[in-house]
């Protein structure tokens, strides 16, 4: 059974900063993994995904990098911004076409001005 | 473009009431649709999710059913709410293959 676990639980920053979130996952046959952004109340939003073929993905300041030999990925954010500030939940996607995601618990990010 | 409406935004219901939320994709035909229950301080947790019209799985088992009357839409339902099923409900989609998966805004249902 796929589980999916994001350390720090939480975490806050100065403004500025570059930081990265750590996702890992116990089961590496994987379709893709992907990271999401959710705002307190809100839905999410996706951010980046990778394949599992792929090893990385950029999007602005955001960079995520799959491992799945070590069953790991993160994403980089460059330059904190206090917008950056939610939850970033990661997701590893399981069997195929039915497109079951498993969510890891989430990092709350806070990015202070 | 695709776009994933759900409704109602908040709701609260008393305990023993029925329950249906519904969702609806615009854009794109034959979507994988799920259903997803996020309690407070715990993940986001599968309840549904369909590939095609009448076609539903269920993940966990509880007082909760849903149905997929036509390709875009999804319907969560319950005969009768029970205090345990309050939550933020989140309706998803994706297209077949290993695509990208998208979110409505969800609702958060209170029941008292």
Avoid: M
Avoid at chain 1, 5 to 22: D, M, R
Avoid at chain 1, 41 to 65: D, P
Avoid at chain 2, 53 to 72: F, H, K, M, T, Y
């Amino acid at each position: 059974k796929q589980e999916v676990t994001q350390i720090p639980a939480a975490l806050s920053v100065p403004e500025g900063e570059n930081l990265v979130l750590n996702c890992s996952f116990t089961d590496s046959a994987i379709y893709n993994l992907q990271w999401f952004r959710q705002d307190p109340g809100k839905g999410l939003t996706s951010l980046l995904l990778i394949q599992s073929s792929q090893r990385e993905q950029t999007s602005g300041r955001l960079n995520a990098s799959l491992d799945k030999s070590s069953g790991r990925s993160t994403l980089y954010i460059a330059a904190s911004q206090p917008g950056d500030s939610a939850t970033y939940l990661c997701a590893s996607r399981i069997g195929g076409n039915t497109g079951k995601l498993i969510f890891g618990q989430g990092t709350t990010l806070q990015v202070k001005p | 473009s695709q776009t994933i409406h759900q409704w109602p935004a908040t709701l609260v219901q008393p305990v023993g009431s029925p329950l249906s939320l519904e969702c609806t994709v615009e854009g794109t035909s034959n979507p994988n649709l799920y259903w997803y229950r996020q309690a407070a301080g715990r993940g986001l947790q599968l309840l549904f999710y369909s590939v095609g019209i009448g076609q539903i799985s269920s993940e966990v088992p509880q007082n909760l059913s849903a149905s997929r009357p036509q390709d875009r839409q999804f319907i969560l339902s319950s005969k009768k709410l029970l205090l345990s099923d309050s939550g933020f409900y989140l309706c998803a989609w994706s297209g077949t293959g290993n695509t990208e998966a998208f979110f409505g805004q969800g609702t958060r249902l209170t029941v008292v």
